[in-house]
């Protein structure tokens, strides 16, 4: 088996997927972008990194964002899922 078809297997996805661990935080990335139309390595990874800053900034703006950090004041987390319910 080449290392071609031994990514391949490992990558055969619907979308690629990446899961990454800190002390801090787990992630999933999934990429649902086709990054392949550019094959220039460096600016592929260019693109992949402004628009995952882009997703972080829009996200850092949202609701969801605000109930993440919620579930440590658990009340309050209590409370803003009722008022979701409502809407």
Do not use: C, G, H
């Not at 297997?9 to 550019?38: A, G, N, Q, V, W």
């Not at 592929?44 to 919620?70: V, Y």
């Not at 309050?76 to 809407?87: A, G, R, T």
């Amino acid at each position: 088996m080449t290392y071609k078809e031994d990514l391949s297997d490992e990558f055969d996805l619907e979308y690629p997927e990446i899961e990454l661990e800190t002390d801090d935080l787990k992630l999933i990335i999934t990429l649902k972008k086709d990054y392949s139309k550019e094959k220039n390595l460096k600016l592929r990874k260019k693109q992949f990194f402004n628009d995952l800053e882009s997703f972080i900034e829009e996200f850092r703006e949202t609701p969801e964002s605000n109930d993440l950090m919620l579930y440590y004041d658990l009340e309050n987390f209590e409370k803003s899922l009722s008022e979701d319910e409502k809407e």
